[in-house]
């Protein structure tokens, strides 16, 4: 078994799940770690203790998978986890057992993603089932993706 | 209906309705509060139903029934008016009046509302004067002088309710009458009536000023009175006409204000109410004086009363802000002639009195802050003090000469004095010193014992906020704050710079200027310096003691504040004097000119050490979103004038700066987004200094030209499609985007058009980008951010370069066909910026310009159709472009191929908006004068649209339509341009 720390860093492209940023870097619609869960930033807002005090930062993010809001104070002058999110447009090819089998760019077909439930899974459902040929949105970070949209495919 | 329905069942099914809505939200369902709510309702608007009413007023015991009864009452005597006899309307209103009179039990609100239809009556019969004010005024004067406390209560009430029913403010009952009829009411009660009140209110006033207690009731009488004898709502002060002298000018209705004040102050709501008075007094002017002396005389009285009230008490809180309004009116109202006029004594005892409520106020809201109160009434009362001062010094010339010297220096050592800690008032100032030495302190303290919790701030943060004040003082003091004037060096500090000039060392004074390491006192002859440059000396002092703290990792001890005041002082200071300008001055201080003038030392050595200072603030401080932004103001300060920037580019460090920060490394890529932009602004801002060709082309080479290299590196890519979400692409991505928002920001008069011959490449490119990232709206966003931003910055000087122009159409157009749908997704800002630069393009440029916005406005009219939403602001933003394209059509002269575009455009925004398109044409056709024109155009109109009614997104219709407009604009394009 390989290190467990590589086998975490080692993403498809070779890059870290996450990499460290000082907290006032952070923009507001960016993306950090709060409560170990990768969260898209909502807002941003400096207070400081007293007035002579160091600034620190509130932040309020909403985990890009599960939709639930996290926040977090921190000094400003801490480094906080930034994940690598990555957003990619797979044809849909099939829907079996609830999975869907999705086409990556090299050709190969990518099975491990189940249906989303919602309204999103049935909207798919929908559209495949008219014969209508769609891009699936994954949404992918720290070793967990999901789908998160469709829409037609161009051209 | 209802009267077909005999009263005891009304009553009971009323009865019954009240109980349902009063009920519990939980013991009743929705239906059957809709039905009690609705039973309710139609027995308002039941016809004439005064005699059921009179009958529940007499029988029922629910109060809420009464109220409405009462209610019903008030809306059909307006309703019915003309139909009912005049003498039953009396009758009514008597009856109204002995009701309330026989049942001193009421409900208050109940009463309330019974006496505000009796209001309402009257103020509906003074229109047609079928009902006679005075008659109703003379009852209530006959209830005051009954001597019966609860008579003389309810006498109140009814003024209340007669000003406030007339006081034509939102008080004013809704009743269905026009806005008009209210003014108008308004006038005649003020003509007439409202004196008389006024006299009644001073007659209860009179009778319970001689007892012990007084009612909150009567209080607000005297309060809404005041708001009413207001000429104008919208003016706060007391303009009464020449009819109001005899009862105004009495000295007695004044001192009787004072005595009531004296007498209820203890009540704070009630207090509130008589200083509301007196400060109305104190605001009075206008015709109702006869002449000066009576100004005068009138003031000297009311001077007199203030000062016996104010020595005469021990202060309450609730006063503050009242006295302090009396204070501020009388300041305001009274020109200078009458203050001037005053008796001597009594005039400088009033400014004695002034200061010393000023000191007292002051110490008083530092209190305040301190104790972190939410309700900071000495705050208010005090900054209203220090406006009144302001008021009076302002032209001080109309004032005995030096008369308000020492007050000011009183108040101003006040103020100093309450921002400084203990030990109070120490004339000691240099607390910079301390702090160097109290830092070492903890220096040592921290080697002894590591850990932050060692430390003890309180020392530290005393001493933090005694020079954040004095920061803040001296800048004031040293110089202006001027919005787009070139600022000037405040003439007092120029003259007192000159007189002293005499007596002061140059050389020494330099010296001290130049020796921000070491205390002044220690550089031998250092009291035969110019002040105004020691002043700024102490601030570069206590500057570089942080710096140093800073190199000393102390950085954790120090006060951003402390960080941001002096950044904030050498913005400020810098701007003013740094390269002064001598020909903007009718004479200049030979220590001035000699420190910070063109070609002097002093200016060159300052210009480092500031950009030192920014260099190291931005570096130590990136975690300080405030601090880091007051810096690069400072360094955008350096370089936004030429004259300065030509000596800041020749610092070694700036051209550091520009390297490292082209390199995207720690330090500076730390920054947040905003603090980034404005440096790339200060960065390009230096690059249009004047420098040898070479030199410029090197500064270009290493400031802008890594940004296009590294920008091309990454999308020209083989595999950029593949590689582009990957995060370190994005951020490369993001950086540039937002570097090129700072250039962008960076556009002057004179740099428009290299910026924007540099932007365009960038432009074009962004337009694929955003292709490739149409996935992730927060790279969309900034796209597009960067396009209004370009707009916002330089779009006022494309006119002068219309090929730019076009280029820059051609994008923002491009981007409303590829990617409609990103439109509305902008945030409201951008979208705003986005739709005017539409609107200014179709309207104010060439006609190959407007041509392009036009073609832009059809897929966006397209998104909003297929999104159905009506409340976007995009779809309102569609309506708005609709009138535009509509009167461009028809009104304007065009040529054929605009008629086309103009043509799609205006049928599917008339897909969008029929309505709003029927109303133009309406509206169009309405102010047509002449029977053949409008016949004419009436007809084209009908034509046009015959073809494709109703309108809908289709393209053959589409087709019909724009075939039809050719012949439209052919046979009245003449018709209607002509003006």
Request: hydrophobic residues 40%.
């Amino acid at each position: 078994m390989a290190d467990p720390d590589t086998d975490f860093n080692s993403g498809d492209s070779g890059a870290s799940a996450t990499y460290p940023m000082q907290c006032s870097a952070l923009r507001k619609n960016g993306y950090v770690i709060l409560k170990g869960r990768p969260c898209k930033i909502v807002e941003m807002s400096t207070s400081k203790t007293g007035k002579h005090g160091h600034a620190k930062v509130h932040l309020v993010g909403i985990d890009i998978f599960t939709g639930k809001k996290n926040e977090d104070i921190c000094p400003s002058t801490h480094n906080m986890d930034v994940p690598n999110v990555k957003r990619q447009d797979f044809q849909l090819l099939g829907i079996t057992d609830g999975f869907l089998s999705l086409m990556k760019d090299n050709g190969d077909v990518k099975e491990d993603l189940r249906l989303p439930e919602g309204d999103l899974g049935k909207e798919i459902v929908t559209k495949f089932e008219n014969g209508e040929d769609v891009l699936i949105s994954v949404l992918s970070a720290m070793d967990e993706e999901c789908p998160v949209a469709v829409k037609p495919m161009t051209k | 209906m209802m009267a077909a329905v005999g009263a005891p069942e009304v009553i009971s099914q009323l009865e019954s309705a009240a109980k349902v809505l009063m009920a519990p939200p939980s013991m009743v369902s929705t239906e059957q509060r809709q039905h009690a709510e609705h039973i309710f309702l139609s027995f308002r608007k039941s016809k004439s139903p005064f005699a059921v009413c009179k009958h529940i007023l007499e029988t029922s015991k629910v109060d809420y029934v009464l109220f409405q009864a009462a209610t019903a009452i008030m809306e059909a005597v307006v309703r019915e008016w003309i139909l009912l006899e005049k003498s039953s309307i009396e009758s009514l209103r008597t009856f109204l009046l002995t009701y309330v009179l026989q049942r001193p039990n009421l409900q208050k609100y109940v009463r309330e509302q019974i006496l505000l239809a009796v209001a309402v009556i009257v103020k509906r019969g003074s229109l047609d004067k079928s009902i006679d004010c005075k008659g109703i005024f003379h009852e209530v004067s006959q209830l005051i002088s009954s001597g019966n406390p609860t008579v003389q209560t309810l006498a109140c009430s009814i003024l209340t309710a007669l000003l406030s029913e007339f006081s034509s403010s939102s008080k004013t009952s809704n009743i269905g009458l026009s806005m008009e009829f209210h003014g108008s009411c308004k006038r005649l009660f003020q003509e007439d009536a409202l004196r008389q009140i006024f006299m009644l209110t001073m007659e209860v006033l009179q009778e319970f000023s001689r007892r012990e207690n007084l009612s909150a009731q009567m209080s607000s009488v005297f309060q809404r009175y005041l708001a009413l004898a207001n000429q104008s709502t919208h003016n706060v002060t007391l303009k009464p006409t020449e009819s109001w002298r005899e009862a105004l000018l009495d000295t007695r209705v004044m001192d009787l204000f004072f005595t009531v004040h004296r007498k209820i102050r203890e009540d704070s709501d009630m207090a509130q109410d008589s200083l509301q008075c007196l400060a109305q007094l104190a605001s009075m002017h206008g015709p109702i004086f006869p002449d000066e002396s009576a100004r005068v005389s009138y003031l000297a009285h009311l001077v007199e009363g203030l000062l016996s009230m104010i020595n005469g008490i021990e202060m309450e809180d609730s006063e503050a802000v009242g006295i302090s309004n009396i204070i501020s009116n009388l300041i305001t109202n009274f020109p200078r002639s009458i203050l001037t006029a005053l008796p001597n004594e009594l005039f400088s005892s009033f400014i004695n009195c002034l200061t010393m409520l000023t000191c007292s106020f002051g110490r008083s809201a530092a209190l305040e802050e301190v104790l972190d109160k939410d309700d900071m009434v000495y705050m208010e009362a005090y900054d209203k003090l220090l406006e009144s001062w302001l008021t009076l010094l302002q032209d001080d010339e109309h004032f005995p000469r030096g008369c308000f010297v020492q007050p000011a220096v009183q108040v101003f050592n006040s103020y100093i004095q309450c921002h400084l800690a203990a030990p109070d008032g120490t004339r000691n100032l240099d607390r910079v010193t301390r702090l160097h030495g109290q830092l070492q302190r903890h220096q040592q303290q921290l080697l002894a014992s590591p850990g932050p919790e060692s430390v003890d701030r309180k020392v530290l943060d005393d001493l933090y906020e005694d020079i954040h004040w004095l920061i803040l003082v001296t800048g004031y003091l040293l110089a202006d704050d001027p919005q787009s004037e070139t600022p000037l060096i405040p003439s007092e500090v120029m003259e007192y710079s000159i007189n002293h000039s005499t007596e002061v060392d140059i050389n020494t004074t330099l010296q001290i200027l130049g020796s921000p390491g070491e205390k002044a006192s220690s550089i031998p002859g250092c009291n035969r310096t110019d002040s105004v440059i020691r002043l700024l000396s102490a601030v570069l002092r206590t500057s570089e003691v942080e710096s140093r703290a800073t190199r000393a990792s102390l950085t954790e001890l120090l006060s951003p504040q402390m960080g941001k005041d002096i950044v904030w002082f050498l913005k400020r200071w810098a701007k003013t004097y740094l390269l002064v300008d001598e020909k903007l001055y009718s004479q200049i201080s030979m220590p001035l000119s000699m420190a910070f003038g063109a070609d002097t030392e002093g200016a060159q050595w300052i210009v480092g050490y500031l950009l030192e200072k920014v260099i190291n603030n931005l570096s130590v401080w990136s975690s300080e979103p405030e601090l880091a932004n007051d810096t690069v103001e400072l360094l955008v300060t350096l370089v936004e004038r030429r004259e300065r920037a030509n000596i800041v580019i020749q610092c070694e460090n700036w051209w550091n700066l520009a390297k490292q920060f082209a390199s995207r490394s720690p330090p500076l890529n730390l920054l947040s987004s905003s603090v980034q932009r404005t440096l790339m602004k200060a960065l390009v801002l230096g690059g249009f200094a004047h420098m040898d060709s070479d030199t410029k082309q090197q500064y270009w080479t290493e400031v802008l030209q890594p940004l296009q290299q590294r920008f091309l590196n990454v999308i020209n890519q083989e595999n950029f499609q593949q590689i582009c979400q990957e995060e370190e692409v994005k951020r490369e991505i993001i950086a540039t985007l937002e570097a090129l928002c700072g250039i962008a920001e960076a556009t002057q008069i004179d740099n428009v058009a290299v910026l924007f011959n540099f932007l365009m490449d960038f432009l074009s490119n962004c337009i694929g980008l955003m292709e490739v990232y149409r996935n992730t709206p927060e790279t969309v966003n900034l796209i597009i951010e960067v396009f209004v931003e370009v707009a916002h910055k330089q779009i006022c000087y494309l006119g002068e370069f219309p090929s730019l122009c076009n280029q820059y159409y051609k994008l923002i157009t491009f981007i409303c066909e590829i990617f409609p749908e990103k439109i509305p997704q902008l945030p409201e800002e951008l979208f705003k910026s986005l739709m005017f630069s539409l609107e200014l393009g179709m309207t104010s440029m060439s006609s190959e310009v407007s041509q392009l916005c036009l073609e832009a406005l059809t897929p966006l009219a397209e998104q909003c159709a297929k999104t159905q939403e009506t409340d976007t602001p995009l779809f309102i933003a569609t309506r708005h472009f609709l009138k535009l394209v509509f009167d461009m059509l028809v009104l304007q002269k065009h040529n054929t191929e605009m008629t086309v575009v103009a043509g799609e455009a205006l049928y599917t925004l008339v897909c969008l908006h029929q309505v709003e398109y029927s109303e133009l044409v309406e509206s169009l056709l309405s102010s047509q004068r002449d029977a053949v024109i409008y016949q004419r155009l009436a007809d084209a109109f009908n034509k046009l649209t015959a073809s494709s009614t109703p309108p809908s997104m289709d393209r053959k219709q589409k087709v019909a339509f724009l075939k039809s407009l050719e012949e439209f604009v052919a046979n009245v394009g003449g018709l209607l341009c002509v003006k």
